[in-house]
């Protein structure tokens, strides 16, 4: 039987979603504790690959189970063998044609970045950080030029796998609560480091070192080498994925970090 699962995990101790020799990934943990539950290896499929000390507030995967169970077994069973950065939210049987990354119609990113003079410390490793006044209206008028479908090569890592380059950007809002700035991106997928890059451009601007009309120039241009650096890891979120109504996944509405609309 097909399950799909919602994943939460506070990403700074592991070395991103996908598996590794080394077992500090975390789909590690989450198949190692599946296989004691379902008492067989399990592989698990991703909505979204999340990097190293990327977190994740509603990741979705599937699994084939080769035995049933009921799906308190695969929530509060599973997280029972799961390290306490990681929970299962929710588990649902699904038709075997259900594929949690092709069958996904949106992903939503959120990321949180502290805009103050002081570095963070209790917050460290849940946000990014950049020391210098920041100007929003620069940045909101930046953000604009990405909106909609477009080559995002110039924001995209060297070691992308992906086919192609374009992505339709739907949504790209920044909202400022008191020294944080909560920038939100919805696309139809995302490219290898396309939000932190995103980010790391959006702050160019936003700190006075590059015009607004950049962001429209890096499009044009496509070109990695004249884009910002990869910004910090730390304040990225994968904050949503969905789906058609026909999977009628539950718990699959857009989550929020921390309670802030």
């Given amino acids: 039987m097909r399950v799909a699962l919602g994943i939460e995990y506070e990403g700074s101790s592991y070395c991103g979603w996908q598996t590794q020799p080394g077992g500090c990934a975390v789909q590690d943990k989450v198949e190692a504790a599946l296989a004691q539950i379902a008492g067989a290896p399990v592989a698990t499929i991703c909505a979204g690959r999340t990097d190293t000390g990327v977190h994740a507030l509603a990741q979705v995967v599937h699994f084939d189970s080769p035995v049933e169970r009921p799906q308190s077994a695969w929530v509060r069973g599973v997280n029972a063998l799961l390290p306490s950065a990681i929970a299962v939210t929710w588990a649902q049987p699904v038709a075997e044609t259900f594929h949690a990354r092709f069958s996904a119609t949106a992903r939503h990113y959120r990321y949180v970045l502290l805009n103050h003079a002081v570095r ?76 932190r890059n995103i980010v790391g451009s959006l702050v160019y601007v936003g700190s006075g070192r590059q015009p607004p009309a950049w962001m429209q120039s890096l499009l044009a241009a496509r070109n990695r080498n004249e884009a910002a650096p990869t910004f910090d890891a730390a304040g990225l979120y994968l904050a949503g994925v969905d789906y058609d109504a026909e999977w009628q996944l539950p718990g699959n509405e857009r989550l929020q970090w921390p309670h802030w609309p």
């Fill in 120 to 195: 963070p410390a209790a917050d460290h490793g849940r946000v990014g950080w950049f020391h210098a006044p920041l100007d929003v209206a620069r940045m909101r008028e930046a953000a604009a030029c990405l909106l909609g479908e477009h080559d995002f090569g110039a924001f995209r890592s060297s070691q992308c796998q992906a086919k192609s380059p374009v992505r339709k950007l739907t949504q790209l809002a920044i909202v400022a609560h008191g020294p944080y700035l909560l920038i939100d991106l919805s696309a139809n997928g995302f490219l290898h480091h396309m939000v």
